[in-house]
């Protein structure tokens, strides 16, 4: 046994010393000069001349090499370190089958609970959560959800998880789509069902988050305001990453809740990729995850959490800092494809003066207010005011932690405001809303609870019906103002697919489409759905080619306009023949365009 243990620790040593020595090559290869490379590269291939290697093909790998080397030279650390590395590998898989255990036991126990009521409420407004996003699941493609698909999902992994050339590419949510459309096909709800997913488990999630804040009550009516929350509805019902950014921080949360009462590897690990997996969809990820290490800082701080201040910290301090590695690793292919530089010019293009900082931000907070509340009658939302207001005033009544989590969350999002000094879409603010609605929720159940004693034994039965009729209700307005089909949010463009299959039965083979801004990436997806040659919208026109025109109009575009950007004319006396009126474009036959003479 003693040489068989000598025999595989002599094994590993060596396996050690040739990895790192292959790193200390790699290393010291990326930084030589490329006159040097490429003699050595000439010299090996087996023509003399190795013609794929230039200068442009050193830039795309010099990245890749130096990681590939700086990975393998950590084996030399992990090496030395290998004893400490079992043990907290043992640790850890100890604490996943402990915690495992425990979440066992407890959705046990929920099943088994005498209070029959509660739970099936819950299980009801989970239903009407699914039905709610399921009706606006088919809607027509918007403009984001499309040219996402078209430029990054649609394509190869390699190309869609590296090229971050706009922000609007959310790397993971990337990646599911991908899959789901490599899967299931291309249709709309299955693009969708990412996003879709992830907003009918923000219910859930929801509820878990609120109850360990506020308690089993709060937490139900909590599920039922997010079920019927009109703008969750929407952007869970579209291909983007926001939803699945709200469900991250709420499950962050939920976990710090968690962690402040028991010191579990296990839970730490998995809120670090919960965190590195937010930052990969949208970097915006870094004000949720500061609000909730400024909260768990908070805690610590006011000595509130079982587990000793100082351990917390530390536990934290490590978490935070495996998080931000992880999320760095993740970004590096596309920060290698395309370039830091272009990053840096994306966020100082959306600074903003002093001067205009405080106005332009309190529009944007009346707009988040006005679209957080939007298809809630008016005295319902005095209702939800006054359930927010209650539950600061009755904090210690309603709450099971000492610092009040919404307060912190503020406080950091303005931090983080007047730092980067930049004004976010509005959209951002989405993974703010189940937080407020949780918060309303436990000031409804508080001033419900003053009144509780004379419920009786029928509280629990109150507060189901109580819930289940406030998300049916709320979400029958939702369906009859059906806001989240007319919302502009993303680049509406309805009648995309009524044209690309009218195209698809008027179109010649030498006929173009001449379309820009928000009409353009859905038109390029209903023609490639429906089968119309992606050619037709290429702008290769001459005098005989006869042209058809999609002018958006709520984008106040013109005829003018889009023949400007294709720098295309009309000689006088050619007159262009409207031949369609929609709800949002018109659209114009023409023939004799010429190039532009300014072009």
Same mark, same amino acid.
């Given at each position: ?44 291939? &087996? ?37 400490? $590395? ?17 979440? *066992?036991?407890?959705?046990? #126990? ?28 088919? =809607? ?22 590296? /090229? ?11 990646? =599911? ?72 921080? *709420?499950?962050?949360?939920?976990? #710090? ?6 010191? @579990? ?7 670090? *990729? ?18 909730? %290490? ?6 610590? #701080?006011?000595?509130? #959490? ?15 800092? $495996? ?29 903003? &003066? ?16 006005? @679209? ?39 406080? $950091? ?46 509280? +629990? ?21 059906? +806001? ?55 702008? /290769? ?7 058809? %025109? $999609? *002018?958006?109009?709520?984008?106040? =575009? ?5 023949? /400007?950007?294709?720098?295309? &004319? ?6 262009? @023949? ?17 190039? +532009?003479?300014? @072009?």
């Amino acid at each position: 046994m003693r040489s068989r243990s000598t025999f595989g620790r002599g094994c590993l040593l060596l396996i050690t010393v040739l990895a790192a020595s292959l790193g200390a090559v790699l290393l010291v290869l990326s930084f030589l000069p490329f006159g040097t490379l490429k003699s050595g590269a000439d010299w090996l291939a &087996s023509g003399g001349s190795a013609e794929f290697f230039d200068r442009a093909f050193l830039r795309r790998i010099v990245n890749v090499v130096r990681l590939a080397a700086a990975l393998l030279l950590c084996s030399v650390p992990l090496y030395l370190g290998r004893r400490h $590395v079992g043990r907290f590998l043992r640790d850890l898989g100890t604490s996943f089958s402990s915690l495992a255990r425990d979440v *066992v036991r407890s959705l046990r #126990a929920s099943v088994a609970t005498r209070d029959r009521a509660h739970l099936v409420g819950f299980c009801a407004i989970i239903l009407v959560a699914i039905v709610l996003r399921l009706c606006f699941l088919w =809607q027509p493609m918007r403009y984001d959800e499309a040219f996402t698909f078209q430029h990054y999902a649609s394509r190869p992994l390699t190309q869609g998880l590296t /090229d971050y050339s706009y922000v609007n590419n959310h790397l993971f949510h990337t990646l =599911q789509v991908h899959v789901a459309y490599r899967v299931l096909g291309n249709r709309p709800w299955v693009l969708r069902l990412p996003a879709f997913l992830a907003g009918v488990l923000l219910v859930p999630a929801s509820y878990l988050a609120v109850r360990a804040l506020y308690g089993k009550q709060a937490a139900l009516l909590a599920a039922a305001l997010v079920a019927a929350s009109s703008r969750l509805i929407e952007f869970s019902a579209l291909a983007r990453g926001y939803s699945l950014l709200c469900l991250i921080f *709420v499950l962050m949360l939920a976990l #710090a809740t968690f962690l402040k009462r028991r010191r @579990e590897p296990a839970a730490w690990a998995v809120f670090a *990729v919960l965190a590195a997996l937010g930052f990969w969809t949208i970097p915006f990820m870094i004000y949720p995850f500061a609000a909730v %290490i400024a909260w768990l800082v908070a805690s610590a #701080a006011f000595k509130d #959490a079982s587990v000793g201040g100082a351990r917390l910290l530390k536990d934290l301090l490590v978490t935070a800092a $495996v998080a931000v590695l992880l999320a760095f690793l993740l970004y590096v292919p596309a920060l290698h494809f395309t370039g830091v530089g272009a990053v840096k010019r994306m966020l100082a293009s959306t600074r903003v &003066s002093w001067s205009r900082l405080a106005p332009e931000l309190l529009a944007s907070f009346h707009t988040v207010w006005l @679209e957080w509340h939007r298809d809630i009658p008016v005295a319902v939302r005095a209702v939800f005011v006054a359930g927010f207001i209650a539950s600061l005033v009755l904090h210690r009544r309603v709450a099971s932690h000492r610092v009040p989590v919404v307060i912190v969350v503020v406080l $950091v999002c303005l931090i983080g405001l007047l730092v980067q000094r930049a004004l976010p879409r509005t959209r951002c603010w989405l993974f703010l809303l189940p937080l407020y609605l949780g918060v309303v929720a436990a000031g409804l159940s508080g001033l419900i609870g003053l009144v509780e004693a004379r419920l009786g034994r029928h509280t +629990s039965t109150i507060y189901a019906v109580f819930g289940l009729v406030l998300s049916v209700g709320l979400g029958v307005g939702v369906l009859c103002q059906r +806001s989240v089909y007319y919302s502009t949010d993303g680049g509406a463009f309805r009648e995309a697919e009524e044209l690309a299959l009218f195209f698809k039965d008027e179109l010649r083979p030498s006929d173009k489409v001449l379309a820009v801004g928000t009409p353009r990436p859905s038109l390029e997806y209903y023609f490639d759905l429906h089968g119309v040659p992606l050619d037709h919208l290429r702008a /290769d026109v001459t005098p005989d080619t006869r042209v058809y %025109i $999609v *002018v958006g109009q709520p984008r106040n =575009q013109t005829l003018a306009g889009v023949l /400007d950007k294709y720098r295309l &004319s009309a000689p006088e006396g050619v007159e262009p @023949e409207p031949i369609g009126h929609y709800e949002s474009s018109v659209l114009y036959r023409m023939t004799g365009l010429r190039r +532009s003479e300014t @072009e």
